[in-house]
């Protein structure tokens, strides 16, 4: 955009260290009048101006043009090309020096320069910037980076990666021609990182493989395959009854303080040693709990393979925003090397928060519950991007756990709605339970996995084939038995079952379960050992028959652990050495009635084809 004055007049400022000759004045003319059709040399207006700290040379600027013919400009071109060239050449600094002076080329480009109108809480409004694109960076003059987000007819809205510090009214910026993204590579496991992929860790710079934009594309319908592989939590209640497979999205939802964060944290402990890379994406948290999650992931051993991308509650809101973009950027280069990778959005609520502050202060039309209309498009090409790549692609993944924050239980409200749809099945955590100290708090009614399912091991869904009904009965009966005291037995013993099962669900804290462990509790469970022991709690009942079997049947957990099936055979057997441990934990004066009858129940025989 050029600055005419009258109808066909232009306005120029010419910046210099020396005045320029006649002669060049006059060759600055001509060039200006060429350009913007001056309709003669007298209709351009020359400003001169000397400032010396442009080092040598002109920058001459026309309206929002700018031609930067100075030595400062060349210093920085050359700054520029050095970094290009370090990206490029991995390593020795002789040979990254030679070919950057060897490619180096002057340009005397014009660049666009655009002024600052308003700025203020990490927004700014520009004007003049006219060829910039949605989401590309730009570069105030003091070094401060922000992103392209509305783009108007006479002006761009951006917003700030970094405090606004000396941004004001006035303050030049330009566009760098380039999308924001983040640099990544394999580097980058085992580190902490900002939203733009910074070090936060004070482990040193991270050698970067390639720029990655944090904005990309879904892979389409032909660049996937079902979910067929399963991503193993280690939590019983979730592995049985709602299993998440290697592509899924599945949701985590709860009130605050129900165990959100400590379950996708079991699920990152669990990958140890399972060729999986986690990545954890912290979305406006405090400092001091992803602090004490970073330390720990270190102690259990689990940096080795995860990376944490962080973005605090003092973080401006435009970095909370593209956080889980970018740590799915990181995730993508994982995925298109054919490795499986798990990403936790921590917490998506959050992040809704923040993109409705960014929308608000860019005077966008708030919309339900004062969110912009396009919210849950912000959700959706985020989660979208989690697939199972083709064969063809290498077959690699992203599993995605975006975790919600209700207010008072309700699923209901906009964003837990929105989210709730877009993903594949949600795990619903209930405060009520988490008191009761049923944990993991896991609602088993609401929750739900849509495609897991066929990514289950054959053993697994064997094992727990009837465990969700069994529950649901379990509560329904529960409700309606609660003041009677005079039940019938059939009654007493589903109750006692599903006590039991329910029992059986309560997990500790970073003790994950291999899947053997799980398919072995679940069929002792089914053929009421845990219910019948009066003498023991469920919970160290469990424990001993595990250890049980892994003293004295290691054959049958590692042919559930080779074949992942659960033949009649084996299935016999483990009830046969299940019988074998009952027995052998019998408490001592072994008269106990109730306790004798335990294994020998004839119902039991009864309920079990496999055994009759
Ligand atoms: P917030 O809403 O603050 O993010 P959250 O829903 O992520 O909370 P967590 O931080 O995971 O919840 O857990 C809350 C507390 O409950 C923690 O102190 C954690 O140790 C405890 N907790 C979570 N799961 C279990 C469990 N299975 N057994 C025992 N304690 C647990
Ligand atoms: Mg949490």
Request: charged share 25%; hydrophobic share 35%; net charge negative.
């Amino acid at each position: 955009m050029s600055e005419h004055i009258g109808t066909s007049g232009v306005r120029a400022l010419l910046k210099c260290v020396t005045r320029p000759t006649p002669q060049q004045e006059e060759q600055f003319r001509i060039f200006l009048d060429r350009t913007y059709h001056a309709g003669g040399t007298e209709n351009v207006e020359l400003e001169i101006r000397v400032t010396p700290e442009i080092h040598g040379g002109f920058i001459l600027d026309v309206g929002s043009d700018e031609y930067d013919w100075s030595t400062h400009g060349r210093e920085r071109q050359f700054e520029t090309a050095i970094d290009e060239a370090r990206k490029k050449s991995r390593g020795d600094l002789l040979p990254m020096l030679k070919t950057a002076i060897s490619e180096f080329r002057v340009l005397a480009q014009k660049s666009e320069v655009g002024t600052v109108e308003t700025a203020g809480d990490g927004i700014v409004t520009i004007q003049g910037l006219d060829h910039v694109m949605y989401g590309e960076i730009i570069l105030f003059e003091n070094g401060v980076k922000g992103m392209v987000q509305n783009i108007e007819r006479d002006h761009v809205g951006a917003i700030l990666f970094d405090q606004e510090g000396t941004i004001g009214e006035g303050s030049r910026v330009t566009g760098i021609g380039k999308r924001a993204g983040i640099p990544v590579s394999d580097a980058y496991l085992g580190r902490v990182v900002d939203a733009l992929g910074n070090p936060m860790d004070g482990g040193g710079r991270i050698e970067a493989d390639e720029y990655r934009p944090i904005e990309e594309p879904a892979p389409g319908i032909i660049d996937r395959q079902p979910v067929s592989e399963p991503m193993e939590t280690g939590i019983l209640a979730i592995d049985s009854m709602f299993p998440i497979g290697r592509g899924q999205r599945e949701l985590i939802i709860g009130d605050r303080q129900t165990g959100k964060t400590s379950i996708a944290v079991d699920t990152i402990l669990n990958q140890k040693g399972k060729n999986c890379i986690c990545i954890y994406t912290a979305i406006g948290q405090k400092a001091s709990t992803v602090a004490s999650l970073v330390n720990q992931l270190k102690k259990s051993g689990a940096m080795d393979y995860s990376v944490v991308l962080v973005s605090t509650a003092a973080d401006p809101a435009p970095l909370q925003y593209i956080a889980p973009y970018s740590a799915t950027s990181l995730a993508e280069y994982f995925m298109h090397r054919g490795k499986d990778v798990l990403i936790v959005y921590d917490d998506l609520s959050k992040h809704a928060v923040a993109y409705r502050t960014i929308s608000l202060l860019l005077g966008r039309s708030p919309g339900r519950e004062a969110y912009p209309g396009d919210v849950f498009y912000l959700h959706s090409r985020l989660l979208e991007r989690s697939a199972r790549l083709s064969e063809r692609l290498g077959g690699g993944s992203i599993t995605a756990l975006p975790i919600i924050e209700t207010q008072g239980g309700d699923v209901s409200a906009y964003i837990p709605t929105n989210v709730i749809s877009i993903t594949d099945g949600q795990i619903f955590l209930e405060s009520n339970l988490f008191f009761q100290g049923q944990r993991p708090a896991v609602n088993v009614g609401l929750s739900v996995s849509r495609v897991g399912g066929a990514a289950q091991t054959k053993a697994m869904k064997k094992a727990a084939g009837s465990l969700r009904i069994d529950l649901a009965q379990y509560r329904e009966m529960e409700v309606f038995t609660q003041f009677s005291s005079d039940l019938d037995t059939s009654t007493q013993k589903l109750l006692k079952k599903g006590k039991a099962q329910m029992e059986l669900l309560r997990q500790p804290l970073g003790h994950p379960m291999s899947m053997a462990e799980q398919v072995l509790s679940l069929i002792a469970a089914e053929h009421n050992l845990f219910s019948d022991m009066d003498h023991l709690p469920v919970k160290e009942c469990q424990g001993k028959l595990i250890r049980f079997f892994h003293e004295s049947h290691p054959d049958l957990i590692a042919r559930l652990e080779m074949t992942k099936t659960l033949e009649d055979d084996l299935k016999e057997r483990i009830l046969a050495a299940c019988d074998e441990f009952a027995a052998s934990v019998k408490p001592e004066d072994g008269t106990n009635e109730k306790n004798s009858i335990s294994m020998e129940d004839p119902i039991r025989a009864k309920d079990n084809p496999a055994r009759a």
